[in-house]
């Protein structure tokens, strides 16, 4: 049953030859500097669990005033979008 097994990424762990260490961690390991403050990073746990854990992060992370400068950029993005292709708007309102 190797065939379904999901096989693991190889890490290259460069340690220079006379390098002395001291406990402050490697200089060499290449990593992002917000990897220490994100869940979804990590362990592989299969698709579901990183979805889980992206929507509790935002769940848990979320900055309303963000938010609502995302939607307002969508939302005049998508009435120039609308503009662009001449759709006619006065369908939403009664008359």
Same mark, same amino acid.
Not at 46 to 56: I, P, Q, Y
Not at 67 to 93: A, G, R, T
């Given at each position: 049953? #190797?065939?379904? =097994?999901?096989? %693991?990424? $190889?890490?290259?762990?460069?340690?220079?030859?006379?390098? @002395?260490?001291?406990? *402050?961690?490697?200089?060499?390991?290449?990593?992002?500097?917000?990897?220490?403050?994100?869940?979804?990073? #990590?362990?592989? =746990?299969?698709? %579901?669990? $990183?979805?889980?854990?992206?929507?509790?992060?935002?769940? @848990?992370?979320?900055? *309303?005033?963000?938010?609502?400068?995302?939607?307002?950029?969508?939302?005049?993005?998508?009435?120039?979008?609308?503009?662009?292709?001449?759709?006619?708007?006065?369908?939403?309102?009664?008359?």
């Amino acid at each position: 049953m #190797g065939m379904l =097994k999901l096989r %693991k990424n $190889k890490k290259f762990g460069y340690e220079p030859r006379h390098y @002395n260490n001291d406990g *402050k961690g490697n200089p060499f390991q290449i990593e992002h500097k917000f990897d220490q403050f994100r869940t979804t990073i #990590g362990d592989n =746990k299969g698709l %579901k669990g $990183k979805f889980t854990a992206a929507f509790s992060e935002l769940k @848990n992370t979320s900055d *309303k005033k963000s938010n609502k400068i995302v939607l307002l950029i969508v939302s005049i993005l998508i009435f120039i979008f609308l503009y662009i292709i001449d759709f006619d708007l006065s369908i939403f309102l009664n008359y």
